[in-house]
């Protein structure tokens, strides 16, 4: 079995027995991102805190 589908299913067993197939897509979905993300990081590709707050700022109210 593959590394992926283990940590799938351990995520999957780690969710309420109540749990709908909607949530188990949001679930993957969140996971999915936070791993693009941790790549992007990794490869240098990820925005400082500064030029966020640039961006932002017309949001961010102090």
């Known amino acids: 079995?593959?590394?992926l589908k283990q940590q799938?299913?351990?995520?999957?067993?780690?969710?309420?027995?109540?749990?709908?197939?909607?949530?188990?897509?949001g679930e993957l979905y969140?996971?999915?991102?936070?791993?693009k993300g941790l790549s992007e990081l990794d490869r240098g590709e990820g925005v400082p805190h500064k030029e966020v707050v640039k961006r932002f700022s017309k949001w961010l109210k102090r």
């Open 30 to 35: 969140f996971r999915l991102q936070v791993d």
């Open 1 to 3: 079995m593959s590394k």
């Open 8 to 25: 799938v299913i351990q995520m999957i067993k780690k969710l309420p027995d109540k749990v709908s197939v909607d949530d188990i897509i």
